[in-house]
C-alpha cells in the first residue's frame, strides 16, 4: 500500500493547499510541504525495509525484480490492471522527486503569485503523475500517469510563466501530446500482437517483458513509437524544439520540475519500457541513438556558449547532459547504464539548483541578461558562490556527481565506439567554456548598477546548500546508488540484452 501513498500524498497535498490558499497562503505552502515532507518519509521507510533484499536481488533472465508491489484488478475484460511496482531504480528515483519537489516549493516561497492555490494543486499533481509514472507496472496505467504530468505542467507555464509563456507552454503542450498518442498507439500494437500470439491480452508489463514482439507484430515500428514519446520528453536533439522555450518561460518551480524530473521520465521510459519490451529493435537502432547523443551533447553545448538569457544557457546545458544520457543507456555496458543512472540524479540536483539560482536573480534583477549582472559577487556573495559552485559542478569538476555519470558513460561508450567517446570528450570542454563564461559575466566585474542586491535568504540558501551537498555525495560515496540499482542493470543487461550485456565491467 505505500505505492499508493507516495502517489496520493502530493495529490492530497495540493488539493488542500488549493482549499486554504484563499485563506492563508503560509498554511497553504506549509500544508504541501508537510504532504511532500510525508511522502519522504513513506520512501524512506520502504528503502530501510527493503535495502538488505534490494542488495541480495539477483537477475534472473526476463523478470523484472519488484520489491513492492500492487496489484488490484481494474478492468479485467481488457487486460487492464492497477498494478504498481518498485524496485531500487524507482525507490531512488521517488527520493528525487521528493528532494526537488521540495526545491521547487521552497524557490516559490517568496513569490506571491495570482491563484496561487491553483497552482499549488498544479505541482501537486505534476509530482503526483511522475511518481505514477516511476511506479506504474501496467501500461495504460503508465500513459495515464503519463498525462498526468503534462497537463498541470501546462498550466504552470501558461499561467505563471515569462512574457512568452503562451507560446512555450503550446509547443510544450503539442510536442509531449503529439508523441504520448505515438506511444498509446504502440502500446495497443504491442497488446494485441501478444494478445494474437498467446492468447492472453494483457497490458501489464511483467507479463510482457517476457516475451517478444519480433516477428509477431512490426516490432520496429511499435518500438520506435515508445522511443519517439521518450526522447520527445528527454529532449534529444532533433526531438528537443520545445525544451529551451519551456525551461526559459517557466516559473521557477516549473523550470526545476521540468529539468529535474519531466526529463527523466524520458529516461526512466527508455530503460524501464522500451528496451525491456523490445530487446532486439533495441539493439538494431543503438547506432542511431549513438549518434543523437553525441549530437545532442555538442548542439547543448555550442548553443548554451551563444546564449546570454541566463535559463537558456541552463537550458541548452541540460539538454547537452541528456546526450550523455542516452549514450549511456545504449551503451550496452554497466559502466554506461550505471553513468545514465548517476547522471539522472545529479543532473536532477545540478540543473534544478542553477535554475533555483536564475529565478532568485531574475527576483533580485528584474533580467536574465547575464550581460547586466555583473559584479554579483560583491553585491551577493552568498548567491554568486552558490551560482559559481553549481556552475562548477554543472562543467563535471572531479569529486561531483557529474564527473562521475561522464566518466561513467563515456568509458562505457569507448568500449563499443571509440569516435562516439571521443566527441562525447569534446563536449565536455564545450561545458567548460560556457560553464566559465557565465560565472565571469554574471559575478565577477564591475557593476553598472549601484542598487543594492538583496542576498538569499535563509531558506535558500539551506535549500541549495543541500544540493550541493548531494551532488558531492552521489560524486564521492555512489555506492548506495549503485547497490540499489544494480539489480536492474544485471537484468537489463544480461537478461534482456544478454548478448551485449558482455561488453561491460562491474563499474
Known amino acids: 500500500m505505500s505505492l499508493i501513498y507516495v502517489i496520493l500524498l502530493p495529490l492530497a497535498g495540493g488539493i488542500l493547499a488549493a482549499l486554504i490558499a484563499p485563506r492563508s497562503r503560509f498554511l497553504a505552502h506549509g500544508v504541501m510541504l508537510l504532504s511532500l515532507a510525508a511522502m519522504g518519509v513513506v520512501v524512506a521507510i520502504d528503502l530501510g525495509t527493503h535495502a538488505e533484499a534490494m542488495a541480495a536481488a539477483g537477475a534472473s533472465a526476463g523478470a523484472l525484480h519488484y520489491l513492492v508491489e500492487v496489484s488490484a484488478t481494474w478492468i479485467p475484460s481488457l487486460g487492464i490492471s492497477f498494478h504498481l511496482g518498485a524496485d531500487g531504480l524507482s525507490f531512488v528515483l521517488l527520493g528525487l522527486t521528493v528532494v526537488l519537489g521540495l526545491i521547487a516549493l521552497v524557490s516559490s516561497w517568496r513569490s506571491s503569485y495570482e491563484n496561487e492555490g491553483f497552482y499549488l494543486l498544479n505541482i501537486g499533481l505534476v509530482l503526483a503523475g511522475v511518481a505514477g509514472v516511476f511506479t506504474a507496472a501496467d501500461l ?118 521540468l529539468s529535474g ?116 559577487r560583491k553585491a551577493a556573495p552568498r548567491l554568486a558562490g552558490l551560482g559559481t559552485a553549481f556552475l562548477i559542478f554543472a562543467l563535471a569538476l572531479p569529486g561531483t556527481g557529474n564527473f562521475l555519470a561522464e566518466f561513467l558513460v563515456i568509458a562505457g561508450v569507448f568500449q563499443m565506439n571509440v569516435p562516439i567517446a571521443v566527441l562525447a570528450v569534446a563536449g565536455s570542454i564545450l561545458s567548460v567554456v560556457y560553464a566559465l563564461r557565465a560565472i565571469h559575466l554574471m559575478f565577477d566585474g564591475a557593476r553598472t548598477d549601484t542598487a543594492p542586491v538583496e542576498e538569499l535568504r535563509r531558506h535558500e540558501s539551506i535549500a541549495l546548500a543541500a544540493l550541493a551537498l548531494l551532488v558531492l555525495w552521489i560524486g564521492l560515496i555512489p555506492g548506495p546508488i549503485i547497490k540499489a540499482t544494480a539489480p536492474a542493470a544485471a537484468s537489463h543487461l544480461q537478461s534482456v540484452l544478454p548478448a551485449a550485456g558482455q561488453g561491460g565491467g562491474n563499474g
Open 140 to 257: 495504460i496505467l503508465f500513459f495515464l500517469f503519463w498525462e498526468l504530468m503534462i497537463v498541470p505542467m501546462y498550466f504552470l507555464i501558461s499561467a505563471w510563466g515569462g512574457t512568452g509563456r503562451e507560446r512555450a507552454a503550446m509547443k510544450f503542450f503539442l510536442f509531449t501530446q503529439a508523441s504520448g498518442l505515438l506511444m498509446l498507439l504502440s502500446m495497443i500494437g504491442l497488446y494485441l500482437a501478444h494478445g494474437s500470439a498467446t492468447g492472453t491480452y494483457t497490458f501489464d508489463l511483467v507479463s510482457l517483458s517476457g516475451w517478444t514482439a519480433g516477428g509477431a507484430a512490426p516490432a520496429l515500428i511499435l518500438f520506435l513509437g515508445f522511443v519517439t514519446a521518450f526522447g520527445v520528453k528527454l529532449a534529444v536533439v532533433p526531438a528537443h524544439a520545445w525544451a529551451p522555450d519551456a525551461y526559459a518561460e517557466a516559473p521557477t518551480a516549473g523550470s526545476i520540475l
Open 261 to 376: 524530473l519531466l526529463l527523466k521520465s524520458g529516461a526512466y521510459g527508455l530503460l524501464r519500457f522500451s528496451i525491456t519490451l523490445f530487446p532486439e529493435e533495441a539493439r538494431r537502432i543503438a547506432p542511431v541513438m549513438l549518434v543523437l547523443g553525441v549530437v545532442t551533447i555538442l548542439y547543448g553545448g555550442i548553443l548554451a556558449i551563444r546564449q546570454n538569457d541566463v535559463k537558456r544557457i541552463i537550458a541548452y546545458s541540460s539538454i547537452g547532459h541528456m546526450g550523455y544520457l542516452t549514450l549511456g543507456v545504449f551503451s550496452w555496458t554497466t559502466l554506461g547504464y550505471t553513468g545514465a543512472i548517476v547522471m539522472i540524479l545529479s543532473h536532477g540536483f545540478t540543473t534544478s539548483a542553477l535554475f533555483f539560482v536564475a529565478g532568485a536573480m531574475q527576483d533580485r534583477l528584474s533580467t536574465r541578461d547575464i550581460r547586466e549582472m555583473g559584479g554579483l
